[in-house]
């Protein structure tokens, strides 16, 4: 038997403005997804921001349905639409954001379980790490690659 330790790394700020002028405009445009969102059944709104190596941007958000699980999250919803679109693109970033009530919540957005395996599917499909941030009020959380928010991952 072996026992290991698996570690992250994750850098955290305290503001948009100390991650930079860069980011900080990203992190907004995550607030302007969140808002546009469709969540009327969890009122959980989620705004994702995607910035490619060419320096082209993306938003998505969350879509919810009457059906509950027809609906898609932000993080997925975003990352399928660029692939779809241009599948030959490298994804250098990705901020998650979500809103309650109008306003950013305390702790950053964490993607879920499902999203984090299509994260890191993206990323092993281009040659560079993808640079996640998670965004919050009191932390904004960032980790440079998205394999280590999920380093068990599904293998086929
Ligand atoms: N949601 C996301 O958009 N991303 C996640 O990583 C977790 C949850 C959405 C799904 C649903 O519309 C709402 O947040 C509440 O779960």
Do not use: W
Request: proline share 6%.
């Amino acid at each position: 038997m072996i026992s290991k330790e698996i570690r992250i790394a994750v850098t955290e700020y305290s503001s948009p403005e100390e991650t930079g002028p860069e980011t900080a405009s990203l992190i907004q445009l995550a607030a302007k997804a969140a808002a546009q969102a469709y969540a009327p059944y969890s009122g959980f709104n989620v705004g994702v921001a995607i910035e490619l190596t060419d320096g082209t941007r993306f938003m998505s958000n969350n879509q919810e349905n009457k059906a509950y699980p027809s609906g898609l999250c932000a993080e997925r919803t975003g990352l399928f639409f660029v692939k779809a679109n241009h599948p030959d693109s490298t994804i250098r970033r990705m901020i998650i954001l979500a809103q309650q009530d109008g306003m950013t919540t305390e702790e950053p957005a964490f993607p879920c379980g499902a999203c984090r395996q299509v994260m890191v599917e993206t990323e092993e499909r281009q040659e560079i790490p993808m640079e996640i941030l998670m965004v919050g009020r009191n932390r904004i959380v960032r980790v440079e690659s998205a394999g280590s928010l999920l380093p068990l991952k599904f293998i086929l």
